[in-house]
């Protein structure tokens, strides 16, 4: 029976590099669209004339989540014609560590029998029945793979580690609903150090926000510009000079995080953020606490600060906040400004 859980797989695809140094897209089932075929060539490292290899990445776009495993086929195989080939998976789903186990499991199988038949049996029964065998007699459970552990893979320690105090700003973001930009020529880098963000606002446990391998061309910028706030990676340099694109820019290589002009006034700093920003930073900088308690003491902080803006809210008429009734109050600027602003990012705002 399908599950709710199988039913996140959209499409398996199989992208061939072959021995005169052409890569095309050679198989695919069901079917993806030409839109999504042509993003799927652009983000597969075999397209990216020799430059580096990547045995996996991941993006989201239009929604649809894609995860990209790659091979280089060692001698003698069936496939004699091939030196290179990518499986891409597109899902509806932010898992990334269950889809490359999955693709681990498919690349052995093509690479074994020389045909997408096989592939495609084994996705369909991943599909209907959340589980498949792979020739070493182990098997691919679907269940193992459990959505939380997908949202707690990454480190926020490293992050604190790298950024200290300065995790507030990101902190402050993603509570507004920002537009973050990450900037990392190795995309490795980027999928590990994005993927994390998110989860300074695990009230919200939404990935949707999360786009950490864009290029810069007209349909994927135009959807990066749907959403109203996000984390996006790119390898190119040239986006720090897209001002349009974000509110916050995260230069990982040189450690530097800068607010754009526009979002200052957002994003002013004040009491409030400093008590955060200690509590992110002692948490994190604790050797006995793991990743997933530091989320969860961010978590405990932030459910503080909610609590108090729902209380206020909901002493007004229709439980939605004014400026006014925010005024009253007489917190300081910065506090004021924050919540005025995290009222409006959690809809209780009365416009």
């Not at 230069?251 to 754009?260: F, M, R």
């Not at 409030?272 to 948490?283: G, P, R």
Request: glycine share 4%; net charge negative; proline share 3%.
């Amino acid at each position: 029976m399908a599950t709710t859980e199988t039913q996140l797989m959209l499409s398996v695809g199989l992208i061939e590099k072959d021995v005169n140094g052409d890569t095309l897209w050679v198989w695919c089932y069901p079917s993806v669209s030409a839109e999504l075929r042509q993003l799927l060539l652009r983000k597969c490292c075999l397209t990216q004339d020799g430059r580096d290899f990547h045995t996996f990445v991941f993006g989201q776009f239009s929604r649809t989540w894609y995860y990209i495993t790659t091979l280089e086929v060692q001698e003698p195989t069936a496939l004699n014609k091939v030196t290179h080939f990518s499986i891409a998976v597109t899902a509806k789903d932010f898992n990334p560590e269950k889809y490359a186990a999955l693709s681990r499991i498919l690349c052995r199988m093509y690479v074994k029998h020389g045909s997408p038949v096989k592939m495609m049996e084994a996705y369909i029964t991943v599909l209907t029945k959340g589980v498949c065998q792979n020739d070493e007699n182990g098997s691919f459970l679907i269940k193992d793979y459990d959505v939380r552990k997908a949202y707690l893979a990454g480190s926020i320690k490293d992050v604190v580690s790298q950024f200290g105090m300065e995790t507030i700003i990101l902190y402050t973001a993603l509570m507004l609903k920002k537009r973050i930009v990450v900037h990392h020529p190795r995309i490795e880098a980027l999928l590990e150090f994005t993927r994390v963000l998110p989860a300074l606002a695990w009230h919200r446990k939404d990935w949707s926000v999360l786009h950490p391998y864009v290029h810069l061309t007209a349909a994927e910028l135009d959807d990066l510009k749907k959403c109203p706030g996000y984390v996006a990676g790119f390898v190119d340099p040239e986006v720090s000079n897209r001002l349009e694109l974000f509110d916050v820019f995260v230069s990982l290589p040189d450690s530097v995080i800068t607010v754009s002009q526009g979002a200052k006034d957002a994003m002013a700093m004040g009491k409030l953020h400093k008590d955060v920003a200690q509590v992110i930073v002692q948490s994190a900088e604790d050797a006995e606490r793991s990743d997933s308690q530091v989320i969860k003491d961010i978590s405990i902080k932030t459910k503080e600060i909610l609590t108090n803006l729902f209380a206020l809210a909901d002493a007004c008429e229709d439980s939605k906040l004014t400026l006014e009734v925010l005024k009253q109050h007489h917190f300081p600027p910065a506090t004021e400004n924050f919540l005025f602003h995290l009222a409006a990012a959690e809809q209780l705002l009365r416009i």
